[in-house]
């Protein structure tokens, strides 16, 4: 995909969600998973602007991807709070990232972040429930 920043790469092994509303990219900066994606009409919502739905799942998936970077574990989200900061453009390069703040063995929390290139259009905090060391996952959303 043309306008796709240095060092990003495309996710080709997205399954479901994520290669139905994709391409996304990923690159690793400071041992941090940053993902982007650059919306079009397909995210748009009765405004012209990316539907916070679409938002809050890029986001969700850039902070579980936070879990798995950091502590080597899958999850799955259990809580989300987020806080709608700006709108969304189309065609904007957007960005998101989560930084896990806090983990036992059971749990993370992770706080999230998705900005455009004016202004913050998210944020939010997280509760993840940790899987199973042992759980084989084939896919990576």
């Not at 139905?20 to 041992?31: C, D, L, S, V």
């Not at 994606?37 to 916070?52: E, Y």
């Not at 950091?70 to 709608?84: E, F, G, M, Q, W």
């Amino acid at each position: 995909m043309s306008n796709v920043p240095p060092d990003f790469r495309e996710l080709t092994e997205a399954t479901g969600f994520a290669a139905a509303n994709g391409p996304w990219f990923e690159k690793i900066e400071n041992g941090r998973a940053i993902r982007g994606f650059r919306p079009g009409p397909q995210h748009a919502n009765a405004l012209g602007i990316v539907h916070g739905g679409m938002l809050a799942a890029f986001l969700d998936s850039a902070m579980g991807t936070a879990v798995w970077h950091v502590l080597k574990r899958r999850a799955v989200t259990i809580r989300l709070s987020i806080d709608y900061l700006g709108p969304g453009r189309l065609g904007e390069w957007l960005q998101a990232e989560g930084e896990v703040v806090g983990h036992d063995e059971h749990m993370a929390q992770v706080r999230g972040r998705l900005y455009g290139p004016r202004h913050d259009v998210l944020a939010s905090v997280g509760s993840f429930a940790l899987l199973s060391r042992h759980r084989t996952v084939n896919v990576r959303s």
